[in-house]
Nanobody
Framework: QVQLVESGGGLVQAGDSLRLSCAAS????????MGWFRQAPGKEREFVALINWTYRRTYYADSVEGRFTISRDLAKNTVYLEMNSLRPEDTAVYYC???????????????????????WGQGTQVTVSS
């Protein structure tokens, strides 16, 4: 049974940092794209960042480029999202997701659509106060 378990969310002030973790288990994620999405109240779920599990290529939404960093630890089967210079507009529930189809040896494509992901975590709340 595949499980993605997020942790690390919380309440912080604008300008602070947080690191989210996603512990993955239940199958091999070799070749998978491991992504982070977020959903604010009343808004659609939106793509935040992606890492190719095997080749470590990374991709970011324009809104977080330069502030957020996605990484992965193979030994711990864990994906991280380091979030710096947080803003109130970053407030959302953050979800970890895994896709077996968005990445190949040529790179990752069409990765911003939530429907492309096979597995999802339960989410972790991030709240940034002004």
């Amino acid at each position: 049974q595949v499980q993605l378990v997020e942790s690390g969310g919380g309440l912080v002030q604008a300008g602070d940092s947080l690191r989210l973790s996603c512990a993955a288990s239940g199958r091999s994620f070799s070749g998978y794209g491991m992504g982070w999405f977020r959903q604010a109240p009343g808004k659609e779920r939106e793509f935040v960042a992606l890492i190719n599990w095997t080749y470590r290529r990374t991709y970011y939404a324009d809104s977080v480029e330069g502030r957020f960093t996605i990484s992965r630890d193979l030994a711990k089967n864990t994906v991280y999202l380091e979030m710096n210079s947080l803003r109130p507009e970053d407030t959302a529930v953050y979800y970890c997701a895994a896709s077996g189809s968005v990445c190949s040896v040529r790179g990752c494509f069409d990765y911003s659509r939530a429907v492309r992901y096979d597995y999802w975590g339960q989410g972790t709340q991030v709240t940034v106060s002004s």
